[in-house]
């Protein structure tokens, strides 16, 4: 099974931003829709964002709408999540998932391969 990896986690002020990446060690994700998940400490793993294969289709939470974007680079086999205007709610632990090409789906049985997450901390 492919063992993503989640980079860029950390403690924020409210108002600012982070940059997280989703990588593979090995394998690519160029042929895959990926998924970003959060889940904050007593809470449900909850959907932030999703791509599809080819970056063409995005999906977000209505919490995260217009403050946070999703991206990838296929030359550097990475996804990426812009967190901009955080605020305290978004303090979680952020993972990233892989699912099929088209996949840009809230759930998490969209997904088959999930990386082991990243702390992301918004003080106020």
């Known amino acids: 099974q492919v063992q993503l990896v989640e980079s860029g986690g950390g403690l924020v002020q409210v108002g600012g931003s982070l940059r997280l990446s989703c990588t593979t060690s090995g394998r690519t994700l160029s042929a895959y829709g990926v998924g970003w998940f959060r889940q904050g400490s007593g809470k449900e793993r909850e959907f932030v964002a999703a791509?599809?294969?080819?970056?063409?289709?995005?999906n977000y939470a209505d919490s995260v709408k217009g403050r946070f974007a999703v991206s990838r680079e296929i030359a550097k086999n990475s996804v990426y999540l812009q967190m901009n205007s955080m605020i305290p709610e978004d303090t979680a632990v952020y993972y990233c998932?892989?699912?099929?090409?088209?996949?840009?789906?809230?759930?998490?049985?969209?997904?088959?391969?999930w990386g082991q997450g990243t702390q992301v901390t918004v003080s106020s």
């Open positions: 998932a892989r699912g099929p090409s088209y996949s840009i789906g809230t759930s998490m049985d969209a997904y088959n391969s």
């Open positions: 791509i599809n294969w080819n970056g063409g289709i995005t």
